[in-house]
């Protein structure tokens, strides 16, 4: 079975995506990374990353925007995904690991 890379997105990596790579990191068959879209972010998004993902989640539709105006070119069809989780939440905050449990599975 090939192992699938999978990027989680949100504005600094500093909360939501870090927890869903953290989340998700031991699940069968998937590799997990983070990013973020800022330019002050813990790990900045970068051609890279989008090119070394199979699958890509964003937080909120703002990311998606940011991520299809500065990226497109690396996109190159690959399977984006909005997960739609506001910037309410602690890094590892239960209710934020229950909410990525319940949305993010279905797509891998």
Request: net charge neutral; hydrophobic share 40%; charged share 25%.
């Amino acid at each position: 079975m090939k192992t699938r890379n999978v990027l989680f997105i949100c504005s600094q990596n500093r909360l939501r995506s870090p927890t869903a790579e953290q989340v998700f990191a031991d699940w069968p068959g998937i590799e997990t990374s983070s990013a973020g879209t800022n330019n002050d972010a813990e790990n900045p998004l970068s051609n890279e990353l989008i090119e070394w993902a199979d699958v890509i989640f964003v937080m909120e539709k703002a990311h998606r925007n940011k991520l299809l105006k500065k990226y497109r070119s690396a996109m190159n069809g690959k399977r984006l995904i909005c997960l739609h989780i506001p910037d309410d939440y602690d890094f590892m905050d239960p209710v934020l690991v229950d909410i990525l449990k319940a949305k993010v599975p279905q797509f891998l």
